[in-house]
């Protein structure tokens, strides 16, 4: 199944999306600049493979619900979001307003 809602962080609107595949669950919450997600993101392929697309994106690992992504601190993330001043550490919630 998959469910499309939309968030409002400091009059900031967002798209969250949860997947429920076999055995996992995705979750994504997009903004207009980039987006974080759970720890199937792979960052090293965006850095590496598609460095010139620029995709700001960041990954928190363990988490299972949208509000654990918006509360846990992010483990990796891309060099394009580190432009937009995210860094690793932060919330998933404080990544996406800078992404806003």
Known sequence: MM????????????????????ETTLLIVSGSKGYIMCGALDIDVL???????????????G??????????PLESVTKAAEELG??????GREALLRMA
Request: hydrophobic share 45%.
């Open 86 to 91: 995210v860094v690793k550490g932060m919330s």
């Open 3 to 22: 469910r499309m809602e939309p968030l409002l962080l400091q009059d900031k609107m967002f798209k969250c999306m949860t997947i429920e595949l076999p």
């Open 63 to 72: 988490v299972r619900t949208m509000e654990q992504l918006l509360d846990a």
């Open 47 to 61: 850095n590496t493979k598609w460095p010139k697309r620029k995709i700001a994106a960041a990954r928190a690992l």
